[in-house]
């Protein structure tokens, strides 16, 4: 990396610190829906962020896909079936992050003095670490791999994953909420994805 580079990299860090962000935190809701006397019932809430079958409170059995489903709008249940489902809501509650500006300003004044400093470090030793550079960026590479799950259904995307990759999701692409451990994951063999998820994956090598 040479000294321009190590500039405009390091001017963006110092450039976080006197810019404030209003994260937003994703929630969860359980919503009960009930098929009442065997007929249809649609249960408005939004799915965007993906649906989770929580558990079933009915007699009647509840089958994804032909007693109970979901679309961006809801969640309809039939034939009986009656279950608890976990939505996850795209919003957020900013509150907690406003009520912190206070202490913004001695933050960024210390975030600007320890740049200032990187800079000067970092032109100092420019030369031999972009000799180095150069050297190892061809030892390693990542890939970048697109699953989804068709209809709801279980899919596995074969591609040799080995001891000490990591799996990242970089991209939703499905209305369907991808979460880690639940709607997808992987292993040596692969990355699966279920209940709707499609995402674009990267291999992290």
């Not at 962020?49 to 979901?70: H, L, M």
């Not at 489902?85 to 919003?91: E, I, L, Q, Y």
């Not at 992987?186 to 990267?202: A, L, S």
Request: glycine share 12%.
């Amino acid at each position: 990396m040479n000294n321009l580079h190590k500039l405009a990299l390091i001017s963006t860090i110092s450039f976080g610190f006197f810019t404030q962000a209003n994260p937003v935190s994703a929630q969860r809701q359980n919503i009960t829906c009930q098929s009442q006397r065997g007929r249809y019932q649609f249960c408005d809430v939004d799915t965007r962020g993906g649906v989770k079958f929580i558990r079933q409170i009915s007699n009647a059995e509840c089958r994804k896909g032909s007693t109970w489903g979901y679309d961006r709008n809801g969640i309809w249940v039939d034939q009986g079936c009656g279950a608890e489902f976990s939505v996850r809501d795209r919003g957020g509650n900013n509150n907690n992050y406003n009520s912190n500006s206070g202490g913004s300003d001695t933050a960024a004044i210390i975030g600007g003095v320890l740049a200032v400093g990187a800079i000067a470090a970092a032109i100092a030793s420019g030369s031999n670490n972009s000799n180095n550079n150069s050297n190892n960026n061809n030892s390693s590479f990542n890939d970048t791999i697109t699953c989804g799950s068709d209809r709801g259904n279980f899919i596995r995307c074969n591609t040799n994953i080995r001891r000490g990759d990591r799996v990242v999701l970089r991209r939703q692409l499905s209305n369907s909420g991808c979460w880690q451990g639940e709607t997808w994951d992987y292993d040596r063999n692969g990355i699966w994805v279920d209940q709707g998820c499609r995402g674009q994956f990267e291999i992290i090598r």
